[in-house]
């Protein structure tokens, strides 16, 4: 390996660590307090994006099933072909998109805003139509991507993906999940035998 290459790997550590610390201290814990509020009792939760962006919705949505949030990510090609027949007024739509101006997600919003379901956006861009539609905008904060262009789906991904496993944590404790009840439902894997353990 040439010592360039060791040397763009640091610096994408980096630049990666950074992009969480930034995240960390310019969250808006009004917006995400909210977000919380509403993660918490909805019946049914959709998230959508696409590319990278729906990587990291994607695992979101499966996180959510993990502490028993109905949830379930929706491909933005599947939503406008009947896809969105299944989010209803008193769902929540989770939609990711560091410009807020994805061409696939537009008719996504509006669909939405029809529906009058709980858009919570993730963007960069507060001047966005996904920001501007939105009823709760947590906004991401990206200095640079952390590849040597500054064009791949890198940092951003990483803080979307952290913003959710924020998220997470705190929809753990407003909703009172308890190892237990993650026990009953994870009976696979090594997380799985862990819990039989302990619960012996």
Do not use: W
Request: hydrophobic content about 45%; charged content about 25%.
């Amino acid at each position: 390996m040439k010592e360039e290459s060791l040397q763009q790997g640091l610096d994408s550590l980096k630049i990666e660590c950074d992009a969480i610390r930034i995240m960390l201290e310019k969250l808006d814990r009004d917006a995400f307090g909210k977000a919380v509020d509403v993660l918490a009792r909805v019946p049914r939760i959709m998230t959508c994006a696409s590319g990278s962006s729906g990587i990291a919705a994607k695992k979101f949505a499966h996180s959510l099933c993990c502490i028993e949030r109905g949830a379930m990510f929706m491909p933005p090609c599947e939503a406008v072909h009947g896809g969105l027949g299944g989010l209803k007024k008193e769902d929540a739509m989770v939609m990711v998109s560091r410009g807020g101006k994805t061409v696939e997600l537009l008719p996504v919003i509006d669909v939405c805003r029809e529906k009058g379901a709980t858009l919570i956006a993730v963007t960069e861009n507060l001047e966005s139509p996904l920001a501007k539609a939105a009823d709760i905008v947590l906004r991401l904060h990206i200095e640079r991507e952390s590849d040597k262009y500054n064009f791949m789906a890198t940092s951003s991904f990483i803080a979307t993906v952290a913003l959710f496993d924020a998220l997470l944590a705190a929809l753990i404790e407003e909703t009172g999940y308890t190892r237990e009840m993650f026990g009953l439902i994870h009976p696979g894997g090594a997380v799985g035998e862990m819990l039989k353990k302990e619960s012996k």
